[in-house]
């Protein structure tokens, strides 16, 4: 930072003997160019340092001590929105109005004692117009009494911590149905756009909110490098993190979100659509929100609104450069309306505060949360007994061991408790329709399209019976026959929905065999009746009516 003498550079001498006074110094010069350095001599006296500052209102020794704590530099944005403007005035006005007499704003009255100062810097996110305190003055200026930075928000009362929801493991049971869902080949049916703009198979995940929807999860498992460049799981590393105890598993996740420059929140937040080519990063922001909960005492319930209101008052750019609100093109995706300008901080910068609490946060296991009443949005928050272990990307203790069988029923219906092997889920989803899932199990049917898409894949029924006999508690004898024939076989029987061709007289239907409608039949089932192939039947219609045959067409 510039000295003192550096810092008053281009001060007129009037602004100089204003400074002087404020000082209760003697001092005279013929002009700035004489009198600045001898101004300076003045003010680097430890003792009259002391005095001025003792004498500083409230709020202006506030806003010292805060670029202090700041190692005496703050964005020049920041410290005046905090403390308010410095009034731009001539000599002429100035010396009317003596401003310094009556400071408005505690940035006004450091400004006129020469206790801040302001100029532009190079600075690791590119040139920033900072306030400053001037480096030979820093070491004179005493340090706040308790040298402690308070807590940002305060304690959350009883009725905002009424409904508890605790940070549990689930998200290593999403990433298994994940993961099993982005290794299946792609089907005729609906597809779930995947997070990096392909799609995935139809997956159901945990309907609360609270759990990442599957696009997120994708982008972490994509940042934890078990993805290739078409989003389909690596064997090698997948089959590590499935087989790896839950707490290894779940400190693998802490770790990459807590390293990832991927793993974007600002662009992966619901009700928020980023466009442009400007780029945030993740990482600053993740770091200073971090910084910012080290400052809650542990095993505490915090207020996250006022959490969040702190943030804002004494730390709005923590994912800013330079304080900059205007270059970043964010709209709002209900209302169209683009979020420029700190007016909207609320909706993007608190959001993501808000967001990475109950998202990520609450997701790895670190926060516990808690709402006034249930399905209500989260109010409070506090350290997980899992917190300190995760954070310094250690595996907890007291994860439960994944041991439970899978239940088969000679139906072909399955169920896989939650606590299976992760390995054997993953395995038995490729070799089954998904049904449904419940709090602690999910469900699956096997069918002869699932076992031929298995088989697509390099997948036997050898592999399957095998799975079943590793950790099923128990598999129907009749299941495993039927099993067996299929592999030796194939599909046996076989219910379908066909459309039918009926006409009056089977002299009728060599007619309509021998004219341009044949293409569109198939086997007769008697001597006036004969399949239509799917999706023909309109066209058959047309070509009888040119035939001069009416008919009708019911589909049910």
Same mark, same amino acid.
């Given at each position: 930072?510039?000295?003192?003498?550096?810092?008053?550079?281009g001060?007129?001498?009037?602004?100089?003997?204003?400074?002087?006074?404020?000082w209760?110094?003697?001092?005279?010069?013929?002009?700035?160019?004489?009198?600045?350095?001898?101004?300076?001599v003045?003010?680097?006296?430890?003792?009259? =340092?002391?005095e001025? &500052?003792?004498? *500083?209102?409230?709020?202006?020794r506030?806003a %010292?001590?805060?670029?202090?704590?700041?190692?005496?530099?703050?964005?020049?944005?920041?410290?005046t929105?905090?403390?308010?403007? !410095?009034?731009?005035m001539?000599?002429?006005?100035r010396?009317?109005e003596?401003?310094?007499?009556?400071a408005?704003?505690?940035?006004?009255?450091?400004?006129?004692?020469a206790?801040?100062?302001?100029?532009?810097?190079?600075?690791?996110?590119? #040139?920033?117009?900072?306030a400053?305190?001037?480096?030979?003055?820093?070491?004179? &200026?005493p340090?706040?009494?308790?040298?402690?930075?308070?807590?940002?928000g305060?304690?959350?009362?009883?009725a905002?911590?009424?409904? =508890?929801? #605790?940070?549990? @493991?689930?998200?290593?049971?999403?990433?298994?149905t994940?993961?099993?869902?982005l290794?299946?080949?792609?089907s005729?049916?609906?597809?779930?756009?995947?997070?990096?703009g392909?799609?995935?198979?139809?997956?159901?995940?945990?309907?609360?909110?609270?759990?990442?929807?599957? /696009?997120?999860?994708?982008?972490?498992?994509?940042?934890?490098?078990l993805?290739d460049?078409?989003?389909?799981?690596?064997?090698?590393? +997948?089959?590590?993190?499935?087989?790896?105890?839950?707490?290894?598993?779940?400190?693998?996740?802490v770790?990459?979100?807590?390293?990832?420059?991927?793993? @974007?929140?600002?662009?992966l937040?619901?009700? *928020?659509?980023?466009e442009? @080519?400007?780029?945030?990063?993740?990482?600053?922001?993740?770091q200073?929100? *971090?910084?910012?909960?080290?400052? !809650?005492?542990?095993?505490?319930?915090?207020?996250?609104?006022?959490? =969040?209101?702190d943030?804002?008052?004494q730390?709005?750019?923590f994912?800013r450069p330079?304080?900059?609100?205007?270059?970043?093109? &964010?709209?709002?995706?209900?209302?169209?309306?683009?979020?420029?300008?700190?007016?909207?901080?609320?909706?993007?910068?608190?959001?993501?505060?808000?967001?990475?609490?109950?998202g990520?946060?609450?997701?790895?296991?670190?926060? @516990?949360?808690?709402?006034?009443?249930?399905?209500?949005?989260?109010?409070?928050?506090?350290?997980?007994?899992?917190?300190?272990?995760?954070?310094?990307g250690?595996?907890? /203790?007291?994860l439960?061991?994944?041991k439970?069988? &899978? +239940? !088969?029923?000679?139906?072909?219906?399955?169920r896989?408790?939650?606590?299976a092997?992760?390995?054997?889920?993953?395995?038995?989803?490729?070799?089954?329709?998904?049904? +449904?899932?419940?709090?602690?199990a999910?469900?699956?049917?096997?069918t002869?399209?699932?076992?031929?898409r298995?088989?697509?894949?390099? %997948?036997t029924?050898?592999?399957l019976?095998?799975?079943?006999?590793?950790?099923?508690?128990?598999a129907?004898?009749?299941?495993?026959?039927?099993?067996?024939r299929?592999?030796?076989?194939?599909?046996?029987?076989?219910?379908?929905?066909?459309?039918?061709?009926?006409?009056?007289?089977?002299?009728m239907?060599?007619? !309509?065999?021998?004219?341009?409608?044949?293409?569109?039949l198939?086997?007769? *089932?008697?001597?006036?009746?004969v399949? =239509?192939?799917?999706g023909?039947?309109?066209?058959?219609?047309?070509?009888?009516?040119?035939?001069?045959y009416?008919?009708?067409?019911?589909?049910?």
């Amino acid at each position: 930072m510039p000295d003192l003498t550096q810092s008053l550079q281009g001060r007129d001498l009037g602004h100089l003997r204003i400074i002087a006074d404020l000082w209760g110094l003697d001092f005279d010069a013929p002009d700035a160019r004489v009198g600045l350095p001898r101004l300076a001599v003045l003010l680097l006296d430890r003792q009259r =340092v002391v005095e001025t &500052i003792g004498e *500083l209102p409230s709020g202006a020794r506030q806003a %010292l001590n805060d670029l202090i704590q700041h190692d005496g530099r703050l964005p020049w944005a920041l410290f005046t929105r905090r403390y308010g403007a !410095v009034r731009e005035m001539g000599p002429g006005k100035r010396d009317r109005e003596r401003p310094h007499r009556k400071a408005t704003t505690p940035a006004e009255a450091l400004w006129y004692r020469a206790l801040v100062s302001r100029a532009f810097f190079e600075t690791p996110s590119g #040139p920033d117009e900072l306030a400053f305190i001037p480096d030979d003055l820093l070491p004179f &200026i005493p340090a706040q009494a308790d040298g402690k930075a308070a807590p940002l928000g305060r304690a959350a009362t009883p009725a905002e911590r009424a409904h =508890v929801i #605790p940070a549990s @493991d689930r998200i290593l049971d999403d990433a298994c149905t994940l993961l099993a869902a982005l290794r299946l080949p792609p089907s005729g049916s609906p597809h779930r756009e995947s997070a990096n703009g392909g799609s995935a198979p139809p997956l159901a995940l945990h309907p609360s909110t609270l759990y990442p929807p599957p /696009s997120t999860l994708q982008s972490l498992l994509n940042s934890a490098t078990l993805l290739d460049s078409a989003s389909i799981p690596l064997p090698d590393p +997948t089959r590590a993190f499935l087989e790896a105890p839950r707490g290894e598993s779940l400190a693998m996740l802490v770790r990459t979100w807590l390293h990832s420059a991927m793993f @974007d929140e600002l662009r992966l937040m619901p009700g *928020l659509r980023c466009e442009g @080519d400007w780029q945030n990063d993740p990482l600053r922001a993740r770091q200073a929100m *971090l910084d910012f909960l080290s400052t !809650v005492e542990a095993n505490k319930w915090w207020c996250l609104p006022a959490f =969040v209101a702190d943030i804002r008052q004494q730390h709005p750019d923590f994912q800013r450069p330079a304080g900059d609100y205007d270059s970043w093109f &964010i709209r709002d995706e209900a209302s169209g309306d683009y979020l420029r300008g700190f007016e909207h901080w609320n909706e993007v910068d608190g959001a993501l505060i808000r967001y990475m609490i109950t998202g990520p946060l609450h997701w790895l296991g670190i926060l @516990d949360l808690a709402a006034h009443e249930p399905k209500a949005a989260p109010t409070a928050f506090r350290y997980s007994g899992w917190a300190a272990a995760l954070l310094r990307g250690e595996a907890p /203790s007291g994860l439960p061991e994944e041991k439970e069988p &899978i +239940t !088969v029923r000679s139906d072909a219906r399955l169920r896989a408790p939650r606590l299976a092997p992760r390995t054997a889920r993953y395995l038995l989803s490729r070799f089954c329709e998904w049904d +449904t899932e419940e709090t602690d199990a999910y469900r699956y049917r096997l069918t002869p399209a699932s076992l031929a898409r298995a088989r697509q894949q390099g %997948l036997t029924v050898a592999h399957l019976l095998a799975l079943l006999r590793r950790h099923a508690d128990a598999a129907p004898p009749s299941l495993l026959k039927a099993l067996e024939r299929w592999d030796q076989r194939g599909t046996e029987a076989r219910i379908e929905t066909t459309t039918v061709l009926r006409l009056s007289s089977p002299e009728m239907l060599q007619i !309509v065999r021998g004219s341009k409608a044949a293409r569109f039949l198939g086997d007769p *089932l008697g001597p006036t009746t004969v399949i =239509v192939k799917p999706g023909a039947g309109e066209k058959v219609m047309a070509i009888l009516a040119e035939m001069g045959y009416l008919g009708d067409l019911k589909i049910e």
